[in-house]
Protein backbone atom coordinates (compact mmCIF):
# COMPACT_ATOMS: atom_id res chain seq x y z
CA UNK A 1 0.00 0.00 0.00
CA UNK A 2 1.28 3.65 -0.73
CA UNK A 3 0.83 6.43 1.48
CA UNK A 4 -2.04 8.95 -0.27
CA UNK A 5 -0.97 11.62 -2.70
CA UNK A 6 -2.36 14.74 -1.31
CA UNK A 7 -0.40 14.75 2.03
CA UNK A 8 -0.97 18.57 3.03
CA UNK A 9 -5.02 18.26 2.18
CA UNK A 10 -5.20 15.34 4.58
CA UNK A 11 -3.19 16.93 7.28
CA UNK A 12 -5.76 19.58 7.21
CA UNK A 13 -8.71 17.64 7.35
CA UNK A 14 -7.11 15.70 10.05
CA UNK A 15 -6.63 18.71 11.81
CA UNK A 16 -9.84 20.12 11.36
CA UNK A 17 -11.71 16.92 12.81
CA UNK A 18 -11.94 17.82 16.45
CA UNK A 19 -13.15 21.46 15.38
CA UNK A 20 -15.99 20.09 12.60
CA UNK A 21 -17.17 17.62 14.98
CA UNK A 22 -17.80 20.30 18.27
CA UNK A 23 -18.97 22.43 15.25
CA UNK A 24 -21.78 19.07 14.53
CA UNK A 25 -22.22 18.91 18.21
CA UNK A 26 -22.59 22.98 19.15
CA UNK A 27 -25.62 23.76 20.65
CA UNK A 28 -27.19 19.91 21.24
CA UNK A 29 -28.37 19.39 24.73
CA UNK A 30 -27.43 16.23 26.59
CA UNK A 31 -31.24 14.81 25.81
CA UNK A 32 -30.53 15.20 21.80
CA UNK A 33 -27.29 13.64 22.17
CA UNK A 34 -29.13 10.52 23.81
CA UNK A 35 -31.84 10.44 21.42
CA UNK A 36 -32.73 7.04 19.35
CA UNK A 37 -32.29 7.52 15.92
CA UNK A 38 -35.81 6.39 14.45
CA UNK A 39 -33.98 3.99 12.65
CA UNK A 40 -31.90 2.22 14.96
CA UNK A 41 -28.23 3.08 15.58
CA UNK A 42 -26.37 5.00 17.98
CA UNK A 43 -26.93 7.46 19.71
CA UNK A 44 -24.81 11.19 18.77
CA UNK A 45 -23.07 10.43 22.38
CA UNK A 46 -22.37 7.36 21.26
CA UNK A 47 -20.97 7.95 18.20
CA UNK A 48 -18.43 10.54 19.56
CA UNK A 49 -17.02 8.17 22.22
CA UNK A 50 -16.87 5.41 19.21
CA UNK A 51 -14.74 8.54 16.97
CA UNK A 52 -12.55 9.52 19.62
CA UNK A 53 -11.50 5.93 21.16
CA UNK A 54 -11.23 4.79 17.24
CA UNK A 55 -8.83 7.60 16.63
CA UNK A 56 -6.77 6.68 20.04
CA UNK A 57 -6.64 3.01 19.26
CA UNK A 58 -4.96 4.37 15.43
CA UNK A 59 -2.95 6.55 17.32
CA UNK A 60 -0.75 3.26 18.85
CA UNK A 61 -0.09 1.93 15.28
CA UNK A 62 0.86 5.53 14.18
CA UNK A 63 3.70 5.89 16.84
CA UNK A 64 4.03 2.11 16.21
CA UNK A 65 4.86 3.08 12.60
CA UNK A 66 7.25 5.63 13.47
CA UNK A 67 9.46 3.72 15.97
CA UNK A 68 9.20 0.68 15.31
CA UNK A 69 8.69 -0.24 11.37
CA UNK A 70 8.91 -4.28 12.48
CA UNK A 71 6.31 -4.06 15.01
CA UNK A 72 3.41 -5.60 14.42
CA UNK A 73 -0.02 -3.79 14.74
CA UNK A 74 -3.02 -6.31 15.72
CA UNK A 75 -7.04 -5.60 16.52
CA UNK A 76 -7.59 -8.93 16.99
CA UNK A 77 -8.30 -8.37 20.57
CA UNK A 78 -11.14 -5.27 19.31
CA UNK A 79 -12.52 -7.58 16.42
CA UNK A 80 -13.12 -10.36 18.97
CA UNK A 81 -16.75 -8.96 19.62
CA UNK A 82 -18.91 -6.57 18.25
CA UNK A 83 -18.40 -3.07 17.81
CA UNK A 84 -21.64 -2.47 20.28
CA UNK A 85 -20.31 -4.71 22.95
CA UNK A 86 -17.06 -2.51 22.94
CA UNK A 87 -19.98 0.35 23.16
CA UNK A 88 -21.49 -1.04 26.58
CA UNK A 89 -18.30 -2.27 27.61
CA UNK A 90 -16.69 1.29 27.27
CA UNK A 91 -20.00 3.03 28.85
CA UNK A 92 -20.48 5.20 25.26
CA UNK A 93 -24.27 5.44 26.69
CA UNK A 94 -23.27 6.72 30.18
CA UNK A 95 -19.89 9.05 29.44
CA UNK A 96 -20.15 13.10 29.12
CA UNK A 97 -18.28 14.01 26.33
CA UNK A 98 -16.30 16.50 27.56
CA UNK A 99 -13.51 14.36 28.23
CA UNK A 100 -13.93 12.38 25.36
CA UNK A 101 -13.33 15.55 23.03
CA UNK A 102 -10.84 17.44 24.93
CA UNK A 103 -8.85 13.99 24.14
CA UNK A 104 -9.08 13.85 20.66
CA UNK A 105 -8.01 17.30 20.42
CA UNK A 106 -5.05 16.88 22.24
CA UNK A 107 -4.51 13.66 20.39
CA UNK A 108 -4.68 15.35 17.27
CA UNK A 109 -2.27 18.05 18.16
CA UNK A 110 0.24 15.70 19.52
CA UNK A 111 0.51 13.15 16.46
CA UNK A 112 0.18 16.64 14.18
CA UNK A 113 3.24 17.65 16.09
CA UNK A 114 5.33 13.97 15.76
CA UNK A 115 4.84 14.23 11.98
CA UNK A 116 5.97 17.81 11.44
CA UNK A 117 9.17 17.04 13.33
CA UNK A 118 9.65 13.48 11.54
CA UNK A 119 10.42 14.55 7.50
CA UNK A 120 9.87 10.42 6.75
CA UNK A 121 6.80 10.32 8.63
CA UNK A 122 4.37 9.92 5.16
CA UNK A 123 5.77 7.16 4.31
CA UNK A 124 6.58 5.55 7.39
CA UNK A 125 4.79 2.07 8.00
CA UNK A 126 4.48 -0.93 10.12
CA UNK A 127 3.31 -4.42 10.26
CA UNK A 128 -0.61 -4.53 9.88
CA UNK A 129 -2.07 -8.40 10.73
CA UNK A 130 -5.76 -7.85 9.01
CA UNK A 131 -8.82 -9.64 9.96
CA UNK A 132 -7.87 -12.63 7.47
CA UNK A 133 -4.76 -12.92 9.20
CA UNK A 134 -2.59 -11.68 6.87
CA UNK A 135 -0.11 -8.65 6.85
CA UNK A 136 0.35 -5.70 5.12
CA UNK A 137 2.30 -2.64 5.55
CA UNK A 138 0.31 0.49 5.96
CA UNK A 139 2.01 3.52 5.47
CA UNK A 140 1.66 6.58 8.07
CA UNK A 141 -0.28 8.50 5.38
CA UNK A 142 -3.13 6.03 4.85
CA UNK A 143 -3.55 5.66 8.65
CA UNK A 144 -4.03 9.64 8.99
CA UNK A 145 -6.32 9.11 6.12
CA UNK A 146 -8.59 6.84 7.49
CA UNK A 147 -8.90 8.34 11.17
CA UNK A 148 -9.72 11.82 9.08
CA UNK A 149 -11.80 10.25 6.65
CA UNK A 150 -13.16 8.50 9.57
CA UNK A 151 -14.65 11.48 11.73
CA UNK A 152 -16.33 13.07 8.22
CA UNK A 153 -18.41 9.97 7.74
CA UNK A 154 -19.92 9.90 11.38
CA UNK A 155 -20.59 13.81 11.24
CA UNK A 156 -22.55 13.30 8.57
CA UNK A 157 -24.59 10.76 10.09
CA UNK A 158 -24.86 13.32 13.28
CA UNK A 159 -25.46 15.84 11.14
CA UNK A 160 -28.44 13.07 9.97
CA UNK A 161 -29.52 12.44 13.68
CA UNK A 162 -29.91 16.48 13.58
CA UNK A 163 -32.00 16.84 11.16
CA UNK A 164 -34.26 13.83 12.23
CA UNK A 165 -34.51 15.83 15.57
CA UNK A 166 -35.16 19.00 14.19
CA UNK A 167 -38.19 17.47 11.80
CA UNK A 168 -39.45 15.48 14.93
CA UNK A 169 -40.10 18.97 17.35
CA UNK A 170 -41.98 20.43 14.40
Not at 26 to 46: C, F, K, M, V, Y
Amino acid sequence: MNPPDDQQGLLDLYKQGPDLLEQALHGLSDSELDAAPAQGGWTIREIVHHIVDGDDIWDMYIKMALGNQEGEFNLAWYWAKPQVEWARDWLYADRAIDVSLALFKANRAHILQILGKIPAAWSLHAQFRKSDGTVEQVPVGAAVQIQANHVVHHIKRIQEIRTKLIEHKR
